[in-house]
């Protein structure tokens, strides 16, 4: 159980342009999700909160313009880069609380974003 | 200073040794305690969770939290080439959704 996927795994645009990308929980509702980004060799760096319906929570530094999210589901979270440049290219990666259990969080298996 | 502080490694290890991985903190408030393993280019993977003080042990890997010396450890036993990972401990206070991550250890069992 706690199974959570992501969509693209690997995608490669040109700068200017926007790129979606797509957290899916397939075996539980998840009322939280999480968008992390991740720099080689580093830890993960949580850039927002994803809450069901309403508008997601963003840390400190992160672009709420740049990078916009869409939590429109109980199963489904997107995030969206808009008007991506290369120092955009990294591994951006997604989590989702199981709620009512261990309230930790389950990670998707990333995606690979490459600005051109 | 950071929250948590970890040591990046690398770490390499003949296959069979006994492994430890070490995280501090500074936040006291923290009360969730948690290990993820992650393989290359892809997403963490929850291995231990503890609640407070005290040992968990799981297979082969065992977690143990001392909250006065603010220290966490996973230990691996029997180490396979397969535990080559880069390993992260997390953590987060009472009531908190957001996790506290170190920078993570990169781990390499020699076979």
């Known amino acids: 159980g706690a199974v959570v996927s992501q969509h693209p795994s690997r995608v490669i645009c040109k700068s200017g342009t926007s790129v979606k990308i797509e957290c899916r929980s397939l075996?539980?509702?998840?009322?939280?999700m999480f968008w992390y980004r991740q720099f080689p060799k580093q830890s993960l760096m949580l850039m927002a909160t994803?809450?069901?319906?309403?508008?997601?929570?963003?840390e400190q530094g992160v672009e709420k313009d740049k990078f916009l999210i869409n939590h429109a589901s109980l199963t489904l979270s997107t995030l969206t880069v808009t008007s991506a440049h290369p120092e955009d290219s990294s591994f951006y990666i997604c989590?989702?609380?199981?709620?009512?259990?261990?309230?930790?969080?389950?990670f998707g298996p990333g995606t690979r974003l490459t600005v051109t | 200073q950071k929250e948590v502080e970890q040591d990046p490694g690398p770490l390499s290890v003949p296959e069979g040794a006994i492994v430890s991985l070490n995280c501090t903190y500074s936040?006291?408030?923290?009360?969730?305690f948690m290990w993820y393993r992650q393989y290359s280019r892809k997403g963490p993977e929850l291995l231990m969770y503890?609640?407070?003080?005290g040992n968990k042990e799981d297979g082969r890997f065992t977690a143990q939290v001392d909250k006065s010396s603010k220290y966490i450890s996973l230990f691996i036993r029997d180490s396979q080439p397969s535990d080559s990972a880069t390993y992260l401990c997390?953590?987060?206070?009472?009531?908190?959704?957001?996790?506290?991550f170190g920078q993570g250890t990169r781990l390499t069992i020699n076979p």
């Open positions: 989590s989702a609380r199981v709620p009512g259990s261990s309230y930790e969080q389950y």
């Open positions: 075996d539980f509702q998840a009322t939280t």
């Open positions: 994803s809450n069901e319906g309403s508008k997601a929570t963003y």
């Open positions: 936040n006291s408030a923290f009360q969730y």
């Open positions: 503890t609640y407070s003080s």
């Open positions: 997390a953590m987060r206070e009472q009531g908190a959704q957001k996790l506290v």
